[in-house]
């Protein structure tokens, strides 16, 4: 038997695609910002922080790592109205793939702050600086700059389980495609095309994020 | 209109949970056996084989699982093979598992000091020998940790197999929480299923990475 292969009808829609990616590297954008936040917050909670800090820390990281993202997803978006909190797909997406990589980020930059060599906090004591300062000036910056291409790893993870999201109608990449597929009925094409353009999306992330690293997020003053 | 009592919901969960239970450990075996052969074939020096496969580990990894599904439960049925959510699901999870157990074990592999390889070819052992008597068996020290690891994340991955429409335990709350109106009690308890099943797994994995490297502290 012979398979006909018709990438035409889903070429043409291609801003369709493009818009999906778009949405895709912006939520990613968005989640990344906020979750490496709560990532630094956390992992001080973690590694510093009071008992009870820590302990809910703890419980918040291993509740997300043990859970599957979708289930996440479908939690804040079905299941919190019941609770009286609505959602809109675009903050529920937002929501809870900054929660997800929020728990991730945790772990690797407790990693990372943990390794830091017990005479540099010494030295940051020795110059008067305050805990704060020490924090945000000593060990943070190297901290990072070790823990980086983990940290780069697991936003492109969260980036790929964004496909998720297209499920509760988040006009990113997966529904995309899906919209395609339900105009022309080219269903393999249009997801062939769909997982093409997220493998270009992971390399391009990847290529962006080691080149913003040493330069904006853990270079210049702070860096070891 | 049926009411749903806590046990009910809780019960119908469960037994949903099985079938969550009998796809990972479908798709950690497959993807286990299959993951060694690609091993094997790798550290084969082969140059066509190791870019190959090299590929295909990029390839699923570089792609969300999601896509993964979508492609195989529509690429079979483009060969004129009528497709279960069934057998599309243990495929994709399948492949999905042997790509990245076969990177994982390489990077064990790797671990091994290259030494090893040089004295056991010294002493005129053939590949097949070197790797089962040699090799392998100090790679497989180090790899426990990481595989049992991952299996936490192939038990999460089969929640994405809810979506092409195979009731397991995501598909089962999202159906009952429709049929109850309850969808925060229904998907709390989702959850905490879940929790229930890698948690432990999550801290056994834990407690033997610690174990490997209580020597280097």
């Known amino acids: 038997m012979r398979i006909a292969l018709d990438f035409w009808p889903v070429l043409v829609q291609w801003p369709l695609l493009l818009e999906g990616a778009a949405w895709t590297l912006g939520l ?70 900054t929660i997800n990589l929020g728990a991730y980020a945790t772990e690797i930059i407790r990693a990372g702050i943990v390794a830091t060599p017990r005479g540099q906090i010494e030295a940051g004591e020795s110059l008067a600086l305050s805990r704060v300062q020490i924090f945000f000036h000593v060990v943070l910056p190297p901290a990072l700059k070790r823990v ?52 270009g999306l992971a390399v391009l992330v990847r290529r962006l994020l080691n080149w913003v690293g040493p330069r904006f997020v853990f270079g210049g003053r702070g860096g070891a | 209109m049926v009411d749903f009592t806590l046990w009910d919901i809780l019960r119908n969960l469960l037994l949903a949970a099985r079938w969550t239970i009998v796809l990972s450990l479908i798709a950690f075996i497959g993807g286990g056996v299959m993951g060694l052969v690609l091993l094997v074939l790798r550290l084969g020096r082969n140059r066509f084989a190791d870019m190959v496969i090299g590929g295909y580990v990029q390839l699923f990894q570089g792609t969300p699982l999601l896509m993964q599904l979508f492609l195989l439960y529509f690429g079979i049925a483009l060969f004129g093979v009528d497709t279960s959510p069934w057998v599309a699901a243990c495929m994709a999870l399948t492949l999905y598992t042997s790509a990245y157990l076969t990177e994982i074990w390489r990077g064990c ?109």
């Open chain 1, 28 to 97: 990613t954008a968005i989640a990344t910002l906020l979750g490496s936040g709560i990532g630094i917050a956390c992992a001080w909670a973690r590694a510093k922080g009071p008992r009870p800090l820590r302990w809910a820390a703890g419980v918040y990281v291993e509740l997300i790592r043990n859970t599957p993202f979708i289930v996440q997803l479908f939690f804040i978006f079905f299941g919190l109205p019941a609770a009286g909190i609505k959602l809109t797909p675009l903050t529920a997406s937002i929501l809870a793939m």
């Open chain 1, 148 to 199: 980086w291409p983990a940290l780069v790893s697991q936003i492109i993870i969260v980036m790929l389980g964004s496909a998720v999201c297209g499920q509760i109608s988040m006009e990113e990449l997966s529904h995309a495609a899906n919209l395609i597929q339900s105009r022309n009925f080219r269903a393999f094409e249009a997801y062939i095309l769909a997982t093409l353009v997220y493998l």
């Open chain 2, 109 to 217: 592999v790797e671990a091994v000091p290259r030494g090893q390889w040089e004295a056991s070819a010294s002493l005129a052992l053939s590949f097949g020998q070197q790797l089962s008597h040699i090799i392998l068996p100090q790679a497989l020290k180090i790899a426990v940790p990481p595989t049992v690891g991952f299996l936490v994340q192939v038990i999460k991955g089969t929640a994405l197999a809810s979506v092409i429409g195979f009731v397991e335990l995501t598909k089962a709350g999202g159906m009952i929480a429709n049929a109850t109106y309850e969808p925060l009690l229904v998907y709390g308890f989702v959850a905490l299923i879940y929790f229930a099943i890698c948690f432990p797994i999550s801290l056994v994995a834990g407690s033997l990475e610690r174990k490997l490297h209580v020597g280097q502290r």
